[in-house]
Nanobody, 124 residues
Framework: QVRLVESGGGLVQAGGSLRLSCTAS????????MGWFRQAPGKEREFVAT????????HYADSVRDRFTISRDNAKNTMYLQMNSLEPEDTAVYYC?????????????????WGQGTQVTVSS
């Protein structure tokens, strides 16, 4: 069992930056691929970014590529999402997720554990 806790959300003006963190319990963090998803009001949860077990491979949704960077520190059981050039359309609850697989995943059903989410609000 893995418990995931997100932090770092908040209110930021358009063009600003935030860094989200996701800290995992347990001693097997490095055996999980990880991902970030988000859900805006009235919309379905959508894929944002994913990273493999070692951090050597990453993949992004088109809407965030070149603005967001996913990374992980297995020694700290923590994954990050650096978000730059934020836009009002990025406003959502951001969720981290862990997948019992070394490889990346872009679909919700591929993930086994989820955090409680952290709110990101971008004002125009």
């Amino acid at each position: 069992q893995v418990r995931l806790v997100e932090s770092g959300g908040g209110l930021v003006q358009a063009g600003g930056s935030l860094r989200l963190s996701c800290t995992a319990s347990g001693r097997t963090f490095s055996s999980y691929a990880m991902g970030w998803f988000r859900q805006a009001p009235g919309k379905e949860r959508e894929f944002v970014a994913t990273i493999n077990w070692s951090g050597s491979s990453t993949h992004y949704a088109d809407s965030v590529r070149d603005r967001f960077t996913i990374s992980r520190d297995n020694a700290k059981n923590t994954m990050y999402l650096q978000m730059n050039s934020l836009e009002p359309e990025d406003t959502a609850v951001y969720y981290c997720a862990a997948r019992r697989n070394y490889g990346m995943g872009t679909r919700l059903y591929e993930y086994d554990y989820w955090g409680q989410g952290t709110q990101v609000t971008v004002s125009s």
